[in-house]
């Protein structure tokens, strides 16, 4: 079973940019979507983004568009989330986690594999 680890998080300002990192241990990323969500408290964790290990495509939620960018680096086995104008409610914990096949990338129910997650604290 593939192992997630992700890193970057810390606390920030409204406006500041933030990566963080998801590297993938115990054997490699497999070819279906690897997802970026964020759960604050008391609310639902929620999606964030996504990319297809396979050839690239992307997924993103209305609410980071413009904003954040998600990437892969094959080599390195390790999918990236560039956060720039960041703001006070992106603050969260954020997890990546991979699916297990072609899957509905947005519901965090269709993913079998999750890193322990990374805080994100963006103050006003």
């Known amino acids: 079973q593939v192992q997630l680890a992700e890193s970057g998080g810390g606390s920030v300002q409204a406006g500041d940019s933030l990566r963080l990192s998801c590297a993938a241990s115990?054997?490699?990323?497999?070819?279906?979507?690897v997802g970026w969500f964020r759960q604050a408290p008391g609310n639902q964790r929620e999606f964030v983004a996504a990319v297809r290990w396979s050839d690239g495509l992307t997924w993103y939620a209305d609410a980071v568009k413009g904003r954040f960018t998600i990437s892969r680096d094959y080599a390195k086995n390790t999918v990236y989330l560039q956060m720039n104008s960041l703001k006070p409610e992106d603050t969260a914990v954020y997890y990546c986690?991979?699916?297990?096949?072609?899957?509905?990338?947005?519901?965090?129910?269709?993913?079998?594999?999750w890193g322990q997650g990374t805080q994100v604290t963006v103050s006003s």
């Open positions: 115990g054997r490699p990323f497999r070819p279906y979507p």
């Open positions: 986690a991979s699916a297990p096949g072609w899957v509905a990338v947005r519901s965090p129910r269709e993913y079998n594999s």
